[in-house]
């Protein structure tokens, strides 16, 4: 049975607990309220919550075993003189995914009975064929030993999802008599639920938590295997990068990298945050509530945009434009219609409303008593807002600079799609440049040996940015913490 059927019967198992766990306790007293511990709808909620919660998290903790012990045992089929290291298994391992998904198709549309795809025994052109007919298509020739092991995924996956269903509704059902029979009026039913759902929150933010660990280990150890087989100071401080010449250690340096990096988010920043900030001035200080109300939701409509429309319009739009005024036909300083400038406009432009909401919130989180005290010394609004507020705000402004700033550095479909990829230090703003983040998509793009440098760079990449960006990020908390105890 399937997930998605296993789940629609544990929410009915839940909506007939809930209605017989509340009758139950209505009768237990004989409809007299007041000898209840609880309302009735806690009760009801009570068996519910055991009815579906043990079933589901077998069910979800099932899905995500199951898979890998099965492509374990599946891969033990195929010989080790087939493949020269885990990418070589990995590529594999996806043929016989599919001629897996092939045969249950085949079985599906009734081209082929469940005994004949348990034991086919046919040639590689008869099978391509067959798997053809059923839309299914294969990467390279079908091996005796792929077909065997996809064999093996399909029995056991069968063998495993029908233990699951068994499993699944055995707990299902046995949390939903366990809690059917202790209801009664002394049951402390209110206290259950509160308290399972107390463990539900603390559920959520300890896989918020876990996930954001997960991310973090997978990076080191993917870094760590990457200096294992490149030096750590080539990388740091190689100016070169092409992962292209396989061999050099000039050919895989971050520093052109980092340097784009920079220097594009440099370029947003100048575009966003006196932006950003004059409109939140305006918007906080001068526009009338009309005028705050109707310009505020407009411009923060920016922040909704993808950035792939991002991207295309500094494809499309921005860097045609400055080629007609910075290229050949101009000054002769840009070549093409990528570059630094290109992308650090647009991406200015897509950071305008992040740093103009948080500082108009940080702008009106400043005292209302500190600009009366300098409207009675005599002095005007523009006075006021100069010399009192921006100065009073600067360390929340500060920090939502820096915000930005990181946001900037971990941008990539605009970097992607303006600035190009070629990799340089160079300080002309008209050049095509790249990013780190680029490069992450580009190392990562299509089928990655996950044995070699040149595929496990990307995760020494992640790992950089994700430090720069942490640096930014609790620099940024850190000084907006301490504006907030200030004025609070």
């Given at each position: 049975?399937?997930?998605?059927?296993?789940?629609?019967?544990?929410?009915?198992?839940?909506?007939?607990?809930?209605?017989?766990?509340?009758?139950?306790?209505?009768?237990?007293?004989?409809?007299?309220?007041?000898?209840?511990?609880?309302?009735?709808?806690?009760?009801?909620?009570?068996?519910?919550?055991?009815?579906?919660?043990?079933?589901?998290?077998v069910?979800?903790l099932?899905?995500?075993?199951?898979?890998?012990?099965?492509?374990a045992?599946?891969?033990?089929?195929?010989?080790?003189?087939?493949?020269?290291?885990?990418?070589?298994?990995?590529?594999?391992?996806?043929d016989?995914?599919?001629?897996?998904?092939?045969?249950?198709?085949?079985?599906?549309q009734?081209?082929?009975?469940?005994?004949?795809?348990?034991?086919?025994?046919?040639?590689?052109?008869?099978?391509?064929?067959?798997?053809g007919?059923?839309?299914?298509?294969?990467?390279?020739?079908?091996?005796?030993?792929?077909?065997?092991?996809?064999?093996?995924?399909?029995?056991?996956t069968?063998?495993?999802?029908?233990?699951?269903?068994?499993?699944?509704?055995?707990?299902?059902?046995?949390?939903?008599?366990v809690?059917?029979?202790?209801?009664?009026?002394?049951?402390?039913?209110?206290?259950?639920?509160?308290?399972?759902?107390?463990?539900?929150?603390?559920?959520?933010?300890?896989?918020?938590?876990?996930?954001?660990?997960?991310?973090?280990?997978?990076?080191?150890?993917?870094?760590?295997?990457?200096?294992?087989?490149?030096?750590?100071?080539?990388?740091?401080?190689?100016t070169?990068?092409?992962?292209e010449?396989?061999?050099?250690?000039?050919?895989?340096?971050?520093?052109?990298?980092?340097?784009?990096?920079?220097?594009?988010?440099?370029?947003?920043?100048?575009?966003?945050?006196?932006?950003?900030?004059?409109?939140?001035?305006?918007?906080?200080?001068?526009?009338?509530?009309?005028?705050r109300?109707?310009?505020?939701?407009?411009?923060e409509?920016?922040?909704?945009?993808?950035?792939?429309?991002?991207?295309?319009?500094?494809l499309t739009?921005?860097?045609?434009?400055?080629?007609?005024?910075?290229?050949?036909?101009?000054?002769?300083?840009?070549?093409?219609t990528?570059?630094?400038?290109?992308?650090?406009?647009?991406?200015?432009?897509?950071?305008?409303?992040?740093?103009?909401?948080?500082?108009?919130d940080?702008?009106?989180?400043?005292?209302?008593?500190?600009?009366?005290?300098?409207?009675?010394?005599?002095?005007?609004?523009?006075?006021?807002?100069?010399q009192v507020?921006?100065p009073?705000?600067?360390?929340?402004?500060v920090?939502?600079?820096?915000?930005?700033?990181?946001?900037?550095?971990?941008?990539?479909?605009?970097?992607?799609?303006?600035?190009?990829?070629?990799a340089?230090?160079?300080?002309?703003?008209?050049?095509?440049?790249?990013?780190?983040?680029?490069?992450?998509?580009?190392q990562?793009?299509?089928?990655?040996?996950?044995?070699?440098?040149?595929?496990?760079?990307a995760?020494?990449?992640?790992?950089?940015?994700?430090?720069l960006?942490?640096?930014?990020?609790?620099?940024?908390?850190?000084?907006?913490?301490?504006?907030?105890?200030?004025?609070?």
């Amino acid at each position: 049975m399937s997930a998605s059927w296993l789940l629609i019967i544990l929410l009915a198992l839940a909506g007939l607990g809930f209605l017989l766990g509340r009758n139950r306790a209505l009768a237990s007293v004989g409809g007299d309220l007041r000898k209840l511990h609880s309302l009735p709808n806690y009760y009801g909620f009570n068996v519910a919550m055991l009815a579906f919660v043990p079933a589901v998290l077998v069910l979800g903790l099932w899905a995500v075993a199951q898979p890998m012990v099965i492509d374990a045992s599946a891969s033990g089929v195929i010989p080790q003189t087939y493949y020269q290291d885990e990418g070589a298994l990995n590529l594999i391992m996806s043929d016989v995914r599919r001629v897996a998904e092939g045969l249950d198709l085949a079985v599906a549309q009734g081209v082929l009975s469940a005994s004949e795809a348990t034991v086919l025994n046919t040639q590689t052109t008869d099978l391509r064929a067959l798997l053809g007919g059923v839309g299914v298509a294969l990467g390279s020739e079908v091996a005796p030993e792929v077909l065997a092991a996809a064999q093996k995924m399909r029995v056991m996956t069968a063998t495993g999802n029908w233990i699951m269903t068994a499993i699944v509704l055995a707990a299902g059902l046995g949390g939903f008599l366990v809690a059917v029979r202790m209801t009664q009026a002394t049951l402390r039913a209110r206290n259950l639920v509160e308290s399972g759902i107390l463990i539900l929150l603390i559920g959520a933010a300890s896989i918020a938590i876990l996930t954001t660990l997960g991310i973090v280990l997978s990076l080191i150890f993917n870094t760590i295997n990457f200096f294992s087989l490149f030096p750590a100071g080539d990388f740091l401080f190689g100016t070169t990068w092409s992962p292209e010449g396989r061999g050099g250690s000039e050919h895989l340096g971050i520093l052109p990298l980092l340097w784009g990096t920079i220097y594009i988010s440099l370029v947003a920043l100048v575009v966003a945050v006196p932006i950003g900030l004059f409109a939140a001035v305006y918007l906080s200080e001068y526009a009338s509530r009309t005028t705050r109300g109707f310009a505020k939701p407009l411009l923060e409509v920016l922040a909704g945009i993808p950035t792939i429309v991002y991207g295309l319009f500094a494809l499309t739009i921005v860097g045609p434009m400055l080629v007609s005024v910075f290229g050949a036909d101009g000054l002769g300083w840009m070549q093409g219609t990528r570059s630094v400038m290109t992308a650090g406009l647009v991406m200015g432009v897509m950071l305008i409303p992040f740093v103009s909401s948080l500082s108009d919130d940080i702008i009106n989180a400043v005292p209302q008593t500190m600009r009366d005290g300098s409207y009675g010394l005599g002095a005007t609004q523009s006075e006021t807002v100069r010399q009192v507020v921006l100065p009073a705000a600067l360390p929340g402004i500060v920090g939502a600079i820096l915000l930005a700033a990181s946001r900037a550095i971990g941008e990539t479909m605009i970097v992607v799609m303006g600035a190009g990829a070629a990799a340089r230090l160079d300080l002309n703003p008209f050049a095509a440049m790249t990013t780190v983040t680029a490069k992450i998509v580009s190392q990562l793009t299509g089928d990655s040996d996950f044995a070699s440098p040149e595929a496990l760079v990307a995760f020494a990449l992640g790992m950089t940015l994700f430090i720069l960006t942490l640096g930014l990020n609790v620099l940024a908390l850190y000084i907006v913490r301490k504006y907030r105890e200030q004025y609070e």
